[in-house]
């Protein structure tokens, strides 16, 4: 049998090594916090010294791996926990609440893999033309997000992506062919339906997937529940089913959580609160202020000043 002691810490080195060589994060990029880039866009490799509380944050769909550490999400009352033996999938732009356990003994190290969905779709016909056709999948009943179990051959092959990151050139030739075999490992483990789910075209997560990508790309303009029925073509009613069922939020609740998130984005970039109120389409920035206050626990102004 492998010994896992020896193969977890095996890969927290190299992931460490990575880390110290890759390049400080750029704010302005969609990212985890005490995040780096990796050589291949898309992949960074995070890590932290000390514990933080809940906070506010939003996940881009993606797969998530952690070395050591812990972090926590939750969603609509549900606590999603991965570590070193379970990793998070995430299929939608989430904004829930996070958590860190870390200590300098045993930092938060980890690295975040952005999922395209082209790609996923891709590799799915592939397979469905050399296994034939597969069997419908079942509407998923949960979030579009799940903690998974890590297995052997994930480990093995994070590994393989993570010393193939190291070096420059090998990136470029054979990273996205690692990741790949990385997807395709998550496709054929007993939570694939996840991903399924989320390449489907058709059914009500398939319309709360075109109602979310939406929003995030019209997060400045009014959007209200006319705009965002005819945007992902469901009736008003199925549109607050949809997010209720797979986002633990109204739509307007979902909007003004985004909105947020950005604004706090672009503040610690270095805009005015002001102008980030703007820009995520806040016509009051007393208002924006109140809300900002009541979601994040602290005025706007908290950022500016740290």
Known sequence: MPNIVMEKNQIYQAALRLYEQSS??????????????????????????????????????????????????????????????????????YPFQSEVEATPTEPLLGIQIDLNRAMVVQMLYDIAQIEGETAPVSEHD??????????????????????????????????????????????KSSNKNLLLNWAQKEGLFAQFQKAANYIHQNYQCAINIKVLSVASGMSHSSLNRAFKRYAADSPLQYIKKIRLNFAKNKIVQGQSIQAAAR????????????????????????????
């Open 24 to 93: 400080v994060i750029d704010s302005s990029k969609n990212a985890c916090d005490g995040a780096r880039f990796c050589t291949l866009p898309g992949v960074q490799v995070f890590y932290r010294v000390a514990s933080h509380q809940k906070e506010p944050t939003v996940y881009q769909p993606g797969l998530v791996f952690i070395f050591s550490g812990v972090k926590k999400g939750e969603l609509g009352g549900r606590i999603f926990r991965y570590d070193s033996d379970n990793y998070l999938v995430l299929t939608s732009v």
């Open 142 to 187: 949960a979030f579009g997000l799940e903690c998974c179990p890590m297995s052997e051959t994930l480990r093995e092959q994070l590994l393989m992506l993570i010393n193939t990151l190291q070096d420059p050139v090998a990136a470029q030739l054979f990273g996205h062919e690692r990741v790949r075999s990385i997807v395709y490992t998550v496709l």
């Open 279 to 306: 820009e995520v389409g806040y016509e009051s920035v007393s208002q924006f202020s109140r809300e900002f206050k009541r979601y994040f626990g602290h005025a706007p102004k908290h950022i500016k000043n740290t």
